[in-house]
């Protein structure tokens, strides 16, 4: 059983909801960070890594100066002006951050001066956690472009130590793109995330959309209501007309906040506010329950 959350938006509260989800789950269950361009459930659960392994994306290129006859044929064939030259067009150089790696360069040289090599573009870990879950996170080399593929990875690994057996919590990055579209892909359920906010229920009406798209079954989850009533209308309304059920709503309370800065989750809140995140929990993880039955009679 996998479950993606996801939220059209950065700032809605994915993270600590997820993190909420998998310490009320317990160690059952794998949690898969898939935001890798900013990365913290390992702050949310106190990760430490017990796995690294480095992650390529694919070639990078380079030019060994001491073969280099400075023609400049490379600098004139590279469409996305990543060579630089010097002042008299003597020396070049490649610009790793503007390099598309299509090669051109490495086909034009007549000298042999350039040469391709497995770049790495981040890491991948395991970590073991302070709630015994077990984390699949990753970082991606700030400038790399491939986040959807190490998203795939990241999936690959949480699906490899569940063996089928465990429920995978994936933390799906925001917005609506490739790296989200590959946190998504193989999930059974799809926690949507909404802000009570005009930009928030925007985001996540357009998160909708593409969750459906793909043909996934969603639930919804409001999150920092109360804040204003023309919001909280407003974002239940968009959920009913997109047919998406309402799981439960958690009122915006600074008390939340601060229980995240002591290293806890939400669901380590007591009175009102911690009612309502585990009111909220409680009936994602019914709808969690049915859904697995329903997947193992299947
Ligand atoms: S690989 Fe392509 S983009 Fe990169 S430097 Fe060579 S020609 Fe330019
Ligand atoms: S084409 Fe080759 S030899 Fe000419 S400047 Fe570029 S790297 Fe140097």
């Not at 938006?9 to 160690?27: D, F, H, R």
């Not at 990543?82 to 503007?98: Q, V």
Request: hydrophobic letters at 40%.
């Amino acid at each position: 059983m996998i479950l993606a959350v996801a939220s059209g938006k950065g700032g809605a509260g994915k993270t600590s909801i997820v993190a909420a989800l998998v310490a009320s789950l317990g160690p059952a269950c794998v949690m898969a960070d898939c935001d890798v361009d900013a990365a913290n459930g390992a702050i949310a659960l106190g990760a430490h890594v017990s796995e690294t392994e480095p992650y390529y994306a694919g070639p990078g290129f380079e030019i060994d100066s001491a073969v280099c006859t400075g023609c400049g044929l490379c600098h004139d064939a590279c469409r996305f002006n990543a060579i630089a030259a010097d002042k008299g067009k003597r020396r070049f150089a490649i610009i790793p951050e503007l390099c598309e790696r299509c090669g051109a360069c490495l086909d034009r040289c007549p000298a042999k001066a350039i040469r391709s090599f497995e770049k790495q573009a981040g890491r991948l870990f395991v970590s073991d956690t302070r709630l015994g879950i077990t984390l699949v996170h990753a970082e991606l080399v700030p400038g790399e472009d491939t986040s959807g593929k190490l998203v795939s990875k990241v999936r690959e690994r949480a699906d490899a130590i569940a063996g089928g057996r465990s429920i995978i919590v994936v933390d799906s990055p925001p917005g609506i793109g490739c790296p989200v579209i590959a946190s998504l892909s193989g999930s059974d359920l799809v926690l949507v995330v909404v802000e009570a906010s005009s930009s928030g229920i925007r985001d996540a009406e357009r998160l909708i959309k593409l969750v459906s798209s793909m043909g996934k079954k969603s639930v919804a989850l409001i999150n920092k209501s109360g804040l204003s009533a023309s919001m909280d209308t407003r974002a239940k309304s968009m959920l009913s007309s997109a047919g998406i059920p309402l799981a439960g709503e958690i009122p915006f309370n600074p008390i939340l906040r601060s229980i995240e800065e002591q290293g806890r989750t939400w669901i380590d809140v007591e009175g009102t506010a911690g009612n309502s995140v585990r009111r909220a929990l409680e009936a994602i993880q019914g709808i969690i329950t049915g859904l697995s039955r329903k997947k193992r009679r299947s």
